[in-house]
């Protein structure tokens, strides 16, 4: 008790506290002696845990012991015989592979960055090859970096087309198939130092992003790739490119990469809209952007199977829109060409819009642009967010001259260097992995 009132005060108030503390007395003292024990209790309860805690310490280590013990001299264990739960690693092979890096999965001691060897597999004839994936490794084949002889190789690339796994397609087999012909592979090892090619991954509805089949610990050089199947430092972004992009020489499909600042539209799109399903969201917002002036932007809903018992309320007026309009028109007479994202998240056109000369407006959140990893592409084209569609022809209204023509001059270089065919391409994709391999001192 902190203070006795009773004791201060005149002697009438002392008289009255005082008499108050006699016939509250009992019970006051009642209080104090129940909280006493309250802690003693709790106090005793704590030294009896510490004890229990101490006494299975002392036991889970005599417990350890015994098991080295009997792990380091069986024979004299057997009198004594503790049985262990065994305990099974059971890893998902999705997983496994979607935790690869080029730390874990790929064996840097068979690589020289001097020397650095590929070996690509002879074609089996088990399995059907489509001329795009067949043009790949024709020019794999007379890349410098190319070696017949696997012993001499740090990169090995299968002859096995892994490049549509659209369940709908027409060259589409088995994941089944695609495993037990690499897994048959005399160098596989688990697909260590091995590396695949993807352009389609998915199909209709959803149109999945990992590839439908365990690739163990290969690189995947894949299109379309996002921040969520991306393994960053091991896989390789590539562009989707058409089944008639050049192979070796450079696209002559626009006679001249225009060198104009100033061009007839500041932006343009001319494509697909789709009604529903994954890509609509944002392919149906365009049409706001279309002022009929400098902003050509229209969109035609007549396409796929259903389109007439799928079609809205846009679908006659975006026809007769996308009608008075050629395509390739429109791009190479375009400063800039949105590239919004389709069902999957890269476009042809992105391609297309750097061979015409007309800076890509990426417009689909969470794409890996192709080559992202060697490639600044700040300096050569412009990434917009879905989210903030209406505010593009601010921005791009508010771009000097000086900084539009510095992005074309970069975006032709990236064009003629990295993509402008199968070749270029393909050079570039080794390249980042023999860098990769690259001493860092």
Known sequence: IPKLYFLSGSPNEMHCNLTLLLRKGPLF?????????????????????RKTIKLVSIQQRRFKATKEDSIQTPKQSQSTTIAYPKVEAVLDPVDFQRKCSFANCFNLSKCNYRTFKFYVYPESGDLAITNSFRSILRVLRLSKYFTSIPDEACLFIPAVDTLNRDKLSGSFVSKETIMKALRDLPYWNMGENHLLFNLYSGTFPDYEEFVDFDSDKAMLAKASLSTQSYRKGFDISLPLIREDHPEVEMSSRFVKHSELVKKKYLMTFKGKRYVYGIGSETRNQLYHL??????????????????????????????????????????????????????????????????????????????ILPFQEAIDWKKAIFVADEHSLFQLPFILRDMSPKTIHSMRQQSKILWERNFSSVKAIVDTTLEIIRQRIKPSH
């Open 290 to 367: 279309h002022n009929n002036k400098d902003m050509i932007i229209v969109t035609t809903c007549r396409h796929g199977k259903s389109w007439e018992k799928l079609q809205d309320w846009r679908c006659s007026e975006d026809e007769r829109e996308y009608q008075k309009y050629d395509y390739s028109d429109l791009m190479f007479n375009s400063t800039f060409c949105l590239v919004p994202r389709g069902r999957r998240l890269g476009s042809f056109r992105f391609l297309e819009s750097l061979e015409a000369g007309c800076m890509p407006v990426s417009l689909s959140n969470g794409y």
């Open 29 to 49: 003292l009642g209080f104090v002696i129940a909280v006493a024990l309250l802690l003693l209790w709790i106090q005793f309860a704590n030294h009896k845990d």
